[in-house]
């Protein structure tokens, strides 16, 4: 099993940033994610947590050796689940690929919290495992590929959401006030 992990602030609030979640896809950066299909959302009547699950369309470019292996195609999918607490001003994002997951798994987790200079935190978390117990070379090759896959997707992710929040709110704030 590999891990990859990465914490960080953004330079805009809790709210912003939450706002901004929603806008992340599509963005040049993230080419690579083609759609993104909401299956479920609520909102819990008692706490105000709002829980949503969505399907994310991908095209990832896999080496030959892979594709010959393990055979599939260039098309994944990735579960998503959201939990935003406006109470507490947590949002936390749990995915796993759908694709491929009887070879590998990557396990993600996401979460957004106040900063107290009034920025956001980000931390995130992947695990990812090879599910090949007899070919253990296969498997670590496999997982390191991944891992890499993940860690160049991850500073993609981050420089088109920065991208996305920046398009978001720093324009409105250049608008004068209309009267």
Known sequence: MHYFSQLFNYDHPWSHVVIGMW???PNPHCSHVLSIDVVDRS?????????????????????GW???????????FV???????????TATITSVNLSL??????YESI????????????????EIQARMALWRS????????????????????????????RQLWES????????
């Open 66 to 76: 892979i594709v010959k292996l393990f055979g599939g195609s260039e098309d994944a």
């Open 23 to 25: 806008h992340k896809y």
């Open 101 to 106: 997951s009887q070879f590998a798994t990557c």
């Open 111 to 126: 979460r957004y919290t106040p900063s107290p200079d009034g920025r956001t935190t980000f931390a995130q978390t992947a």
């Open 138 to 165: 296969a498997a670590d090759k496999l997982e390191s590929w991944l891992v890499q896959r993940f860690e160049q997707n991850a500073q993609l992710g981050k420089l088109g959401f920065t991208d996305v929040l």
């Open 43 to 63: 909102v819990d009547p008692q706490s105000g947590i709002i829980r949503t699950e969505r399907i994310l369309g991908c095209k990832q470019k896999a080496p």
């Open 172 to 179: 409105r704030e250049q608008q004068p006030a209309k009267q």
């Open 79 to 89: 579960r998503e689940v959201s939990f935003i607490d406006p109470a507490t001003q």
